[in-house]
């Protein structure tokens, strides 16, 4: 028994022996910028990553409670475990891949930042309605000086750039090894504006959406506010208030669900969930509230003896509070129809339950959302896709050519289909960095790791049958479908063969549950390795920070 207690250790190894691998490339990138920091800093994070894997081992196999028996061969429930291994393991992301280094991130901090001073009762906006920043936190988007800096109003305001580009590099785009450079002097050195003024204008416009996305992030921009700490602490301070509400409300919705606890902690162990939990981005707000919601219906359905008065209020509203950020997840929606009408007390009561859930979603989509909704679905308007400077595709186009439209879904299918899947997993970190992605044989891995925890396990009672599986499955491929249509109306040139614009990460909000479907009679495995599997993607998480970070520290 204690050997077999101990193999968690042979992971541990492995780390230790990839981490000494890629060291040599950490030297190779000092060697030739000169940073030879670089080193220093590598044996910080290789320490730091070598320690989360003892400590996830432990949790997983090698610690005891005091008075109580242990549970599968280890001693915590995964959903003990999780709030550990999350945070740890988003830690190490958070701290590889820079702030304003993940997808759009620069606009997510700064809808965070308007927040924030509205939340400390400070000035927000310009006269022309451009986010205020302070002087100090100015140099985050200007990370180089390029910008030509004059007055307007008492504020600093860009008057151009000095290479007459109107472009400025911001701190983590692209993220290479002067970005390391940039932190390590600033945290060193310290960096103040020059500018004598309180505030300066940000070039950057906010997302428009609830703010109510950006609370967890503001709340950590606010705490660096008003202890007066630098820009860097200001953003850092922010993921973490981001990476803290996915991990609580993440582990809540574990403890909610009434089975497939594992496949939602597997889906949180991906690399780019992982990503994405330790940046700025909304998505945290949306996967986070998309779990919770999921795990609210399978509970009602399936193990709660009544729906309440409260049960209904929570379930609106977190459709509220997620649906103005996409509004293509409204579809999930559907899933409170897995819940018997029995629970509700009749179909009276049914009809009102449903008729709270759907009016809370659509009066927060016509109040925030509204103009927009209105601009893509009214057959006249006219579209233009910026990036690619061609005229988009409107809703009366599609309607009168729904062979091309059918097309466009076709060969969007059949040739993004590994895009989607390997964005999903874990390539492309970053701001959609190619060079910033995750080993496909791991990602292969990966996707093993949860089939495995998906399919059925011996003595495991088989819940999603039938009517009930399928109409997840119907679930899933509208919203899919969805995501889809909405890039494109949004995202895609009508030159276009296929649909612009989508990625994997649209996908993870329902992953966990449609995962869950897929447990079955015909597929049973033999034995239960759900945490030997969690162990291993945590030590996975693990080779990948170190990699990246090896990889950074190379690109000159």
Known sequence: MKKRDNNWLIGIGILALLGWWH?????????????????????MLLGAALGT???????????????????GGGTWRPE??????????????????????????????????????????????????????????WFLEDVNGDYIRGQEDGYLVKEGTKDGTGEAAVLGQPLVEKTYRVIHDTFRLGREDEGQQSYAVSSYPPV????????????????ARLLGLSGLWLVYLGRLGNLLFFVAVTWLAM??????????????????TLHLSASFSYDVWIMAGIFWFT????????????????????LGLVMALVGPC????????????????????????????AAAVFGAWAAVMVLVNGQTVTMYVAPETENYVGWAQETGYTLGMLLHQPGK?????????????????????????????????????????????????????????????????????????????????????????????????????????FLPVFLMSLKNDRIVLTGDGNRGILYAMCCVNVYVVLRIYSVVSMRL
């Open 23 to 43: 060291l040599g490339d950490v030297r190779a990138g000092a060697l030739e910028c000169g940073d030879t920091w670089l080193v220093g800093n590598y044996w």
């Open 53 to 71: 894997g003892v400590l996830c081992g432990w949790l997983f196999w090698g610690g005891r409670l005091p008075g109580r028996k242990r549970e």
């Open 80 to 137: 003990r475990i999780y709030p550990v291994a999350g945070l740890l393991l988003g830690l190490l992301y958070l701290l590889v891949l820079p702030p304003l280094s993940a997808p759009d991130e620069i606009s997510h901090y700064i809808s965070a930042y308007q927040l924030s001073s509205r939340m400390l009762g400070c000035p927000s906006n310009s006269r022309d309605g451009h986010v205020l920043v302070r002087a100090r936190d």
């Open 208 to 223: 428009v959406t609830t703010p109510a996305a950006y609370v967890p992030q503001a709340a950590g921009i606010c705490l």
């Open 255 to 272: 403890r909610r669900l009434p089975f497939g606890r594992e496949v939602l902690f597997g889906v949180a162990l991906l690399p780019m």
């Open 295 to 314: 795990a609210c219906c399978l509970n009602l359905a399936f193990a709660a003896e009544w729906v309440r008065a409260t049960d209904v209020a929570v």
């Open 326 to 353: 996409k509004m293509v997840y409204a579809v999930f929606m559907g899933l409170c129809l897995l819940i018997p009408v029995r629970k509700f007390g009749g179909w009276g009561r049914w009809g009102l339950s």
């Open 405 to 509: 439209c059918l097309k466009l879904f076709f060969n969007t299918a059949a040739w993004q289909a590994q895009q989607y899947h390997l964005t999903m997993i874990g390539a492309y970190l970053g701001n959609l960095d190619p060079v910033l992605d995750v080993p496909y044989i791991l990602v292969v891995a990966l996707t093993g790791c949860l089939l495995c925890l998906a399919f059925r396990k011996p003595g495991e009672q088989l819940v999603l049958t039938g009517g009930k599986r399928l109409w997840i499955w119907m679930l899933c491929f509208g919203c899919v479908t969805a995501t889809m249509f909405s890039m494109l109306l949004a995202w895609t040139p009508v030159g276009s063969q296929v649909i612009s614009g989508v990625q994997g990460r649209y996908f993870l909000p």
